[in-house]
């Protein structure tokens, strides 16, 4: 995920576009946030909760 929002950042026009369009507001993106260990890995495991609803499936597997 965090790749291919990178390489959205690169055409930053469309990126802020899309942004607004879609969710009302340029996300500002940090690389390398300063963020704490438990609340990475709290964010990291809600993340894959949702995707687990979402798409009834497991965001690490191998889908290829």
Not at 18 to 46: A, F
Request: aromatic fraction near 10%; include cysteine; hydrophobic fraction near 30%.
């Amino acid at each position: 995920i965090d790749l291919i929002w990178h390489s959205h950042m690169q055409e930053p026009l469309k990126y802020v576009a899309d942004c607004i369009r879609l969710v009302g507001y340029v996300n500002n993106h940090s690389p390398w946030p300063q963020i704490d260990d438990d609340t990475m890995e709290k964010s990291c495991d809600k993340t894959n909760d949702i995707w687990k609803k979402e798409f009834d499936s497991d965001i690490t597997t191998d889908h290829v």
